[in-house]
C-alpha cells in the first residue's frame, strides 16, 4: 500500500487548468474539490498512522474518494 497521497494535480495533469478555473467559477465544482481533499488528508493520515481507524472507516474513507474523484472526471471530461 502506497503512502502518498492522491493529489488532484498528478490524477489530472491535462487538467490542471481547467480545474482551477471551474474551482473559481462552479460553486459545486469547488465543493467537490474540497470534499475530495478533505477526505484523500483523512485516508492519507489513516495510512501513515497519524491517525489509525479501523477496516470499516478505512474503506468508507476510500470509496468516498474514489465517488468524488469520479464525479470530479465526469465534470473534467465535459468540453
Same mark, same amino acid.
Request: charge should be negative.
Given at each position: @500500500?502506497? /503512502?502518498?497521497?492522491?493529489?488532484? #494535480?498528478?490524477? $489530472?495533469?491535462?487538467? !490542471?487548468?481547467?480545474? /482551477? !478555473?471551474?474551482? =473559481?467559477?462552479?460553486? /459545486? $465544482? #469547488?465543493?467537490? &474539490?474540497? =470534499? ?5 488528508? !483523512?485516508?492519507?493520515? #489513516?495510512? +501513515? ?6 477496516? $470499516? +472507516? ?7 474518494? @474514489? ?5 470530479? !472526471? +465526469? &465534470?473534467? #471530461?465535459?468540453?
Amino acid at each position: @500500500m502506497s /503512502h502518498t497521497p492522491h493529489e488532484l #494535480a498528478e490524477d $489530472f495533469p491535462q487538467s !490542471a487548468e481547467k480545474i /482551477h !478555473a471551474l474551482k =473559481a467559477t462552479d460553486s /459545486h $465544482f #469547488a465543493r467537490l &474539490i474540497e =470534499a475530495y481533499h478533505d477526505v484523500n488528508r !483523512a485516508v492519507h493520515r #489513516a495510512e +501513515t498512522g497519524v491517525e489509525p481507524v479501523d477496516d $470499516f +472507516t478505512d474503506q468508507k474513507l476510500r470509496k468516498e474518494r @474514489m465517488s468524488l474523484k469520479d464525479q470530479i !472526471a +465526469t &465534470i473534467l #471530461a465535459k468540453d
